[in-house]
């Protein structure tokens, strides 16, 4: 299966500023996820990332408070921006590596204060 | 659209017994995946076991099984012989295979808490 590295495993952050995540894949996927988990809370899609195009926001997101880059076919990256205590969430990158399985990044235990 | 139900907030078992986490979807594709994910307290997303609409037999993965009732559309996950380290957050999530613009996203359920008891 892919491995995925994501960085920071956590952070605590002043309210006001941004945090941008990586996530780095040792093999080349087409699609990446972006996913949040709030506090006792399921996972909810965030966006989509393909390498080459802007990335798709689900309802509810948008690109100016979570922008995403996917410069090549094993990284990309999310930002929170002009963070608020509400955003205080796990994040997770997610990719494809078969038909049948998907494969998450670590989390970012993300605490805005 | 689709949509997960997990209607056990929490479940406890004794070490060593099996248990079953329920799991109901709804969807109107005709091909989906089936996905069981457990969730320890560090927050990482492990992958236990995938059910295909198409599968006629249900899935196995050591411990794990699933068990795929698709006219009742019902996908519940049995922990056989549970261990101590199986405490965590279980999720049920599915995908549609279909192709178009829900390709790739992964509906998940609300999740159940899984508590192993010495």
């Known amino acids: 299966s892919a491995v995925i590295s994501q960085k920071p495993s956590r952070d605590i952050c002043q309210r006001g500023t941004s945090l941008t995540i990586q996530c780095q894949v040792d093999?080349?996927?087409?699609?990446m996820f972006w996913y949040r988990q709030q506090p006792g809370q399921s996972l909810t899609l965030i966006a989509t990332a393909n390498q080459g195009s802007e990335a798709t926001y689900e309802s509810g997101f948008v690109i100016d408070k979570f922008p995403i880059s996917r410069p090549n076919l094993t990284f990309s990256t999310l930002t929170v921006s002009n963070m608020s205590p509400e955003d205080s969430s796990i994040y997770l990158c997610?990719?494809?590596?078969?038909?049948?399985?998907?494969?998450f990044g670590s989390g970012t235990r993300l605490t805005v204060v | 659209a689709q949509k997960i139900t997990q209607t056990q907030p929490g479940m406890f078992v004794q070490e060593k017994e099996a248990v079953t986490l329920d799991c109901t979807y709804d969807?109107?594709?005709?091909?989906?995946?089936l996905f069981w994910y457990k969730q320890p307290s560090s927050g990482e997303m492990i992958f236990l076991i995938y059910?295909?609409?198409?599968?006629?037999q249900n899935a196995t993965e050591g411990r794990y099984s699933l068990n795929f009732q698709k006219a009742r559309k019902s996908a519940n996950l049995v922990i056989s012989a549970s261990q101590l380290g199986d405490s965590a957050m279980y999720f049920c999530?599915?995908?549609?295979?279909?192709?178009?613009?829900?390709?790739?996203?992964?509906?998940f359920g609300q999740g159940t808490i899984l508590t192993v008891h010495p």
């Open positions: 999530a599915m995908i549609p295979q279909g192709g178009g613009t829900s390709y790739g996203k992964l509906t």
């Open positions: 969807t109107s594709d005709q091909s989906y995946g």
């Open positions: 059910q295909g609409s198409y599968d006629e």
């Open positions: 997610s990719v494809e590596w078969t038909d049948y399985g998907y494969t």
């Open positions: 093999s080349q996927v087409t699609m």
